[in-house]
């Protein structure tokens, strides 16, 4: 993914929507962005969703932010009205096992691929957070800390998020031991417990060791409780 193109030039102060409109200034419209939830997780899928907001006064979603900056129930009232104003959406779920196959980095990629791809209208330009996803057929880009930072990849955040958590409540009726419910799957020092004492179950992804240790497949403690903790990542440049 390249920079903006040229003619599109960005205020410090342009605010959440500011991308989009240099970008439509430029010529580039409609604008996708895209964005995952749940990479970090030791459990349940990994979700990915793409949005396109439209210009103008519909496209300013209220309360719009971070998912991981809003609270449950302002997340909610958010995603309700991303649905509601976006000219296309989509949500991509990938599961466990489809995660230890793949490995978590490329997962991420092909999930947000899909996502793109789903869409009912066809974006001129792509806002992605974090890394570039090369092999799109339009030119795009990779922005730190995107869904801070840009209205598209904020909404996209938004689904995945809560898409992700609503999945994870249902998982927590299977399999209540784990109290998926509150962590989400994330690492915490209680479902670390849990699975020190049940093992883990098929919603776990066994290319963390925190996850394989609980199985007896490593003997090693892990450094901390950080996502790096995941496994054999390096396999996949091979």
């Not at 996803?133 to 795009?140: I, W």
Request: hydrophobic letters at 40%.
């Amino acid at each position: 993914m390249a920079g903006l193109p040229r003619g599109a030039t960005i205020r410090r102060d342009a605010g959440l929507y500011g991308y989009e409109r240099a970008l439509r200034r430029a010529g580039l419209d409609p604008i996708a962005g895209v964005d995952e939830a749940g990479r970090g997780a030791c459990a349940g899928p990994l979700v990915a969703a793409a949005a396109i907001l439209p210009e103008g006064k519909r496209g300013l979603v209220p309360g719009l932010n971070d998912s991981k900056l809003l609270t449950e129930k302002a997340r909610e009232r958010a995603y309700e009205q991303v649905l509601k104003r976006a000219l296309a959406w989509s949500v991509v779920v990938i599961e466990p096992g489809e995660c230890d196959r793949l490995g978590m980095h490329v997962a991420n990629v092909e999930a947000l691929r899909r996502a793109l791809a789903r869409l009912d209208v066809r974006p001129a330009y792509v806002l992605t957070d974090g890394f570039p996803v090369d092999g799109l057929e339009v030119p795009g880009l990779a922005m730190w800390k995107g869904d801070r930072v840009a209205a598209c990849i904020s909404a996209a955040s938004v689904i995945a998020k809560v898409t992700r958590d609503r999945l994870m409540m249902q998982q927590h009726e299977l399999w209540p031991d784990y109290d998926f419910a509150t962590h989400k799957g994330y690492i915490t020092a209680e479902h670390s417990d849990a699975l020190t004492e049940h093992g883990p179950c098929p919603i776990h992804r066994m290319r963390f060791v925190n996850v394989r240790r609980a199985a007896g497949l490593v003997d090693e403690e892990p450094h901390s409780l950080e996502p790096q903790l995941e496994l054999f990542e390096a396999e996949e440049s091979r």
